[in-house]
């Protein structure tokens, strides 16, 4: 009989790539989409590890569906980054039947039906680096995705500058560049499929080739950028230490780059920077800024940040505070600090309480709140491009996408715009959203 499955997806970009990857194995192996959990034998959750909250989530969404999966004889399987921390601990508790690590995604069909077939092993957690060649592979454009207008593609995995607060380049493992050749062929074949925008994926996209000698970053992105019919190129994430002038040069000379840089902070402490092993200080990371201002002009810079660090003081925080209002960020991603196991600053006395961290975030957010609104609303009146993504959650006779600057926007429109790239007006700003209207 023909099994349905159903993946739900945490955590950040490299997840929802992997997801792809596993559906695409899922459909090579003969099984079925199902349209909702309650629809499907085998439900996968594809998990995140970054902070425990992460982790909590997962439990509390395993734990809700669990009785209904197990009463119609389903199989509950933990994908991702969880799986490779906790695998083991989770199939020995029950909470798990099968657990599958991030390396496996790309054959999760493959091993779904060993599973089912043998029953023997239900731990499939290598870090082998041989299951890699699946990942840049023209066959995951399935027919199914014909219609879609974008892709992930990851160009590195793994991590290996181990920041100090950092859990994934113990759950991601080294950092591997796939073969720049490979990358590019694999964005041709993408665009001949009718795909328009790409994000090529890393946790620090900067750092690609170091680790076999392949060409660096900037060349690829030129590469990239070069590619016929590929109307918008994101890239994430940037580090700082390796930001280079060439990326800016890159980005300066192709129109479809988009101008839109996510470039994490972390803190605006040079002592704090530096407990967080990230090796850049505030100098650095200022020179970056003012060189994108100036050769750039025209683009959006967004960031994350951790407040609560241990041994953050107030001196400590309130340098974060001043370089937010002076940077002015388009957005950021703000965490309290989430002790991780077996990372360094798990050993740091963790001297700050939960409550002072949440009291700490909820100022920062209000700042960068209001910051964002700012930018948003100077938008008004703008020209931009945008290629329209779905319908909106709100209205059926809306659309929504992302401008050239990745700058949320509903308009009116229907399904037949899904995929085309359009110039909208910027008209006005209801709460995060930006509402435009098609102008060609
Ligand atoms: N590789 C990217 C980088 O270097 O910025 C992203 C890494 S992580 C997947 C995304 C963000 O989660 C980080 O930038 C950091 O702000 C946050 N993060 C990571 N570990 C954390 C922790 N233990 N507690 C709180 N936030 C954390
Ligand atoms: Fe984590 Fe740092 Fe690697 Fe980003 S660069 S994934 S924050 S260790
Ligand atoms: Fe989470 Fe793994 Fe991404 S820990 S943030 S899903 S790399």
Redesign the pocket.
Known sequence: MVQKFYIETF??Q?NKNDSELMESSFRNNGFIKAESPDDAKIIVYNTCS??QHAEDRVIARINSAKNSIRNRGGLIVVAGCMAQRTGQSLTRDKVADLVVGPYESPRIGEIIKIYLNEKNRNSFLSQNYDNFSRRINIKNVTENDKNIWHKWVTITHG?E?F?S????PYVRGKLISFKSESIIEYIRSLSLSGIKEITLLG??VNQYGTDNGDIPFYKLLDKVAETEGILKINFI?S?PKDFSENIISVIKDHSNISRSIHL?L?SGSDRILDLMNRQYNMKHYMKIIEKIDKELRNYSITT???VGFPGESEEDYSETLKYVKDIRFDDA?M??????EN?P?FELEDSITRNEKIERLNKLIGIQKKISQKKLRARIDKTESMIVERISKKSDSQVMGKTFLNHPVVLPGSDQDIGKNIIIKIKSLKGATLQGIRIV
Not at 165 to 168: A, F, G, L, Q
């Open positions: 955590g950040c490299m970054v902070r991590c500058n920041c607060y950092c859990i994934v946790q620090n994430t580090h994490p972390q994350d940040l951790i991603y965490y309290a600090y989430s002790p991780r990372t600053a």
